[in-house]
């Protein structure tokens, strides 16, 4: 007889740290296809659905004018010489299915989330969107009306405003992390650039697939059937191919008068960052979230807690891939915007001064683990990190090296960061009010 020992519920059970986990990424199986193009796959999850990712180096970083890029991308399901915009959508829609198109930097993607029994119904299609849409004029007329009253929409927000401005004053307006569109952009827009830039970046472009979810079988030969026969290309390190030179503005303190009766400023305080090959990248990753990577962060315990300055404060690392950047975001009132920005100024000189303690550090790793334990939650998810390890072309210990990092980083080493590159006179201020 087994005896079974009975739950003392007087007594709370023992309290693991997030840092105490063990975390690992599960791994993908890779094909290549007849043409080169490489297939990533990840066979996981309950659930009858898939997701698959075509990654195209078709971003701005290709185009020689001004707004092609996003425009060709936008276009893709908007008619082929068999379909209009409208069957097309309704082809998709019929099966329950959702196909997205996403215009990056360096990338754009086209998105397709179904469920796993009417993948082969649907692949045929994206097959004819990358082989023959015909961008109709109509369309890109009608696309390029919607895309200017958008703008003129957007361009009343000081928000908005500002997180135009900043990128273009750290890397330049003329390069493709600072580029940003003005309304005559869309008048210039004509069919034939968008029809060379498809041929180009799409029909004969460089390409990386993934796929995951509940994979059905036989859908590496429906994958082959559709896509290895066509004119597509390799994908990976594409963008180093084509050099922008950066080129940031000479002044770093800039005001904006955007809305002259408005009460909230929008800012942004920036600097330039090396990518995710520099050794500091990772360890970079830790101290912007002590500085202001969650809501526990010095930032917002200082600006929005304590002073009441703003709802949010926040600072990321840019995800790009060929540079980064370092930037803190904030909304707050016109009166206090000053005020706010010396309070951030505060912080930076309070990391340089003095190393964090264990407890702040033990915090600021729980969160960052429990992040990432989110992130492997399921298929979708999974492959999200395993495209963001590819198309910087990095490898699985790149992952693993970064856990390593959150759980032995010492204040020290984040001391002797934040004196490396959290000194004020290196970041564009930008305030639009």
Same mark, same amino acid.
């Given at each position: 007889?087994?005896?079974?020992?009975?739950?003392?519920?007087?007594?709370?059970?023992?309290?693991?740290?997030?840092?105490?986990?063990?975390?690992?990424?599960?791994?993908?199986?890779?094909?290549?296809?007849?043409?080169?193009?490489?297939?990533?796959?990840?066979?996981?999850?309950?659930?009858?659905?898939?997701?698959?990712?075509?990654?195209?180096?078709?971003?701005?970083?290709?185009e $020689?004018? !001004?707004?092609?890029?996003?425009?060709?991308?936008?276009?893709?399901?908007?008619?082929?010489?068999?379909?209009?915009?409208?069957?097309?959508?309704?082809?998709?829609?019929?099966?329950?299915?959702?196909?997205?198109?996403?215009?990056?930097?360096?990338?754009?993607?086209?998105?397709?989330?179904?469920?796993?029994?009417?993948?082969?119904?649907l692949?045929?299609?994206?097959?004819?969107?990358?082989?023959?849409?015909?961008?109709?004029?109509?369309?890109?007329?009608?696309?390029?009306? !919607?895309?200017?009253?958008?703008?003129?929409?957007?361009?009343?927000k000081?928000?908005?405003?500002?997180?135009?401005?900043?990128e273009?004053?750290?890397?330049?307006k003329?390069?493709?992390?600072?580029?940003?569109?003005?309304?005559?952009?869309?008048?210039?827009l004509?069919?034939?650039e968008?029809?060379?830039?498809?041929?180009?970046?799409y029909?004969?472009?460089r390409?990386?697939?993934?796929?995951?979810?509940k994979?059905?079988?036989?859908?590496?030969? $429906?994958?082959?059937?559709?896509?290895?026969?066509?004119?597509?290309?390799?994908?990976?390190?594409a963008?180093?191919?084509?050099?922008?030179?950066?080129?940031?503005?000479?002044?770093?303190?800039?005001k904006?008068?955007?809305?002259?009766?408005?009460?909230?400023?929008?800012?942004?305080?920036?600097?330039?960052?090396?990518?995710?090959?520099?050794?500091?990248?990772?360890?970079?990753?830790?101290? !912007?979230n002590?500085?202001?990577?969650?809501?526990?962060?010095?930032?917002m315990?200082?600006?929005?807690?304590?002073?009441?300055?703003?709802?949010?404060?926040?600072?990321?690392?840019?995800?790009?891939?060929?540079?980064?950047?370092?930037?803190?975001?904030?909304?707050?009132?016109?009166?206090?915007?000053?005020?706010?920005?010396?309070?951030?100024?505060?912080?930076?000189?309070?990391?340089?001064?003095?190393?964090?303690?264990?407890?702040?550090?033990?915090?600021?790793?729980?969160?960052?683990?429990?992040?990432?334990?989110?992130?492997?939650?399921?298929?979708?998810?999974?492959?999200?990190r395993?495209k963001?390890?590819?198309l910087?072309?990095?490898?699985?210990?790149?992952?693993?090296?970064?856990?390593?990092?959150?759980?032995?980083?010492?204040?020290? $080493?984040?001391?002797?960061?934040?004196?490396?590159?959290?000194?004020?006179e290196?970041?564009? $201020?930008?305030?639009?009010?």
């Amino acid at each position: 007889m087994t005896v079974q020992t009975m739950l003392n519920r007087k007594k709370a059970p023992k309290i693991i740290d997030a840092v105490e986990f063990h975390l690992a990424l599960p791994p993908y199986q890779k094909y290549t296809l007849k043409n080169g193009v490489e297939l990533y796959t990840i066979n996981l999850g309950t659930q009858d659905t898939l997701m698959l990712n075509w990654v195209f180096f078709a971003g701005n970083w290709y185009e $020689e004018k !001004n707004l092609v890029a996003a425009t060709t991308n936008y276009l893709l399901k908007n008619g082929t010489s068999k379909k209009n915009a409208f069957t097309i959508n309704e082809h998709f829609e019929y099966y329950g299915a959702y196909l997205n198109r996403h215009c990056q930097n360096e990338t754009a993607e086209i998105s397709l989330h179904c469920l796993t029994k009417h993948v082969n119904e649907l692949l045929p299609v994206v097959s004819e969107l990358i082989t023959d849409s015909v961008f109709p004029q109509e369309e890109l007329e009608t696309y390029k009306r !919607n895309m200017q009253q958008r703008l003129q929409v957007n361009l009343k927000k000081n928000d908005f405003v500002a997180g135009r401005l900043i990128e273009a004053y750290l890397f330049g307006k003329d390069h493709p992390y600072g580029r940003y569109s003005e309304l005559q952009d869309y008048d210039l827009l004509q069919q034939g650039e968008i029809k060379d830039f498809y041929k180009n970046n799409y029909q004969n472009g460089r390409c990386i697939i993934f796929a995951a979810g509940k994979l059905p079988d036989g859908l590496i030969k $429906e994958i082959e059937n559709h896509f290895g026969s066509l004119p597509l290309h390799p994908g990976k390190n594409a963008a180093g191919n084509i050099e922008h030179k950066i080129s940031p503005a000479a002044e770093k303190k800039y005001k904006v008068i955007n809305d002259p009766n408005g009460v909230q400023g929008a800012i942004r305080i920036g600097r330039s960052f090396p990518n995710r090959h520099h050794p500091d990248f990772q360890k970079m990753q830790v101290l !912007n979230n002590v500085f202001g990577g969650f809501f526990g962060s010095r930032l917002m315990a200082n600006i929005r807690e304590d002073k009441g300055y703003t709802y949010g404060i926040y600072s990321y690392l840019l995800n790009q891939i060929q540079e980064s950047g370092l930037l803190i975001s904030t909304e707050a009132g016109v009166e206090v915007s000053d005020a706010t920005i010396a309070e951030v100024y505060k912080e930076m000189k309070s990391l340089r001064d003095e190393p964090i303690g264990e407890e702040e550090l033990q915090t600021t790793r729980n969160f960052m683990i429990g992040t990432i334990l989110g992130d492997l939650d399921g298929p979708f998810h999974v492959a999200g990190r395993w495209k963001s390890i590819v198309l910087n072309n990095l490898d699985e210990n790149y992952f693993y090296k970064g856990i390593n990092t959150i759980k032995t980083i010492t204040p020290q $080493e984040l001391h002797a960061l934040a004196n490396k590159y959290l000194n004020p006179e290196d970041f564009y $201020e930008l305030v639009v009010v």
